[in-house]
């Protein structure tokens, strides 16, 4: 079974025959005062604290479901609750995914082995307001190849970030990764890409791309919230859904790498919600 409402970032914004589609078809999260800020960047705090804590307790022998109550503790005991659980009914605090997972995968009793590429993503939600951020990491020993994965994929989320002002189009943010997945000799797995977020998990723009398309040209707009998250892969950037109903893998086994902040967007550099 899928479970459709998570995946609502996975829908294309346009299709393949050329049609449009508006950016914003609905409501999306704009700081409107300066609460709105404070408890944006509370949750925010807090999500991106949590990913260190797991982070930090990341090691081989353990079992995901073991690593992802880590997570679950942690979000407790600052009174946030888990984003994808109480929006989705996704069986995990948080998702954990490895190697060639790419995304939203089930925290259960797989035992995390040295050599493996984990992604940790982490979202919640306080006093209504939602965060989300991610990262990958290598258990060592950390092959070439999984280091470099990960440096360029970090490196598209930075160039992504700087690339980010009120007035631009949004698309600014696609040609950023597109271009640094180029240079590293990657793809960019295209079916997966940011949203927009805030009062809700999944917001308008329901998908931001990462990579350039000129229908993209709507402009980014001061104290607009939305996540920026590039998903880089050694494979040919698709996804499948796994027997699971929730995780997405690589067709033929590919590593994927995801890095993720939650931004607001500001006339200058953009404001780092999940920054820690």
């Known amino acids: 079974m899928r479970h459709a409402g998570l995946y609502l970032h996975l829908v ?3 299709p393949e025959d050329g049609g449009t589609h508006r950016l914003f078809r609905g409501l999306h999260m704009s700081i409107q005062s300066e609460n709105d800020l404070v408890k944006l960047l509370r949750i925010g705090r807090i999500v991106g604290l949590t990913l260190k804590a797991m982070q930090d307790a990341l090691e081989p022998g353990m079992t995901t479901a073991q690593l992802d109550a880590i997570g679950a503790a942690f979000l407790k005991q600052h009174s946030a609750r888990s984003a994808p659980q109480i929006t989705y009914q996704f069986p ?6 490895i190697n060639d997972e790419a995304a939203h995968g089930i925290p259960g009793s797989r035992v995390i082995q040295p050599g493996d590429l984990v992604n940790i993503d982490v979202s919640a939600e306080l ?59 990657y793809n ?18 329901r998908n931001v791309p990462n990579f350039f398309t000129k229908r993209a040209s709507h402009p980014l707009t001061e104290g607009l919230v939305l996540t920026i998250e590039p998903f880089l892969t050694t494979g040919i950037g698709r996804v499948v859904t796994a027997d699971d109903g929730w995780t997405l893998k690589t067709p033929n086994g590919a590593l994927a790498a995801q890095y993720e902040h939650t931004v607001v967007i500001t006339k200058g550099k953009p404001i780092l919600i999940t920054a820690v």
């Open 92 to 97: 995990g605090a948080t998702c954990i995914s």
């Open 127 to 185: 006093d209504g307001f939602f965060a989300d951020t991610g990262a990958t990491m290598p258990v060592p020993p950390t092959s070439d190849e999984q280091q470099r994965l990960c440096d360029f994929t970090q490196a598209a989320l930075d160039r992504a970030l700087e690339a980010v002002t009120a007035g631009k189009p949004i698309n600014v943010i696609g040609k950023a990764v597109e271009t640094e997945a180029r240079r590293g000799g």
């Open 188 to 205: 960019i797995i295209r079916e997966l890409g940011g949203h927009g977020i805030g009062r809700k998990l999944h917001e308008e723009p």
């Open 12 to 14: 294309p914004w346009y």
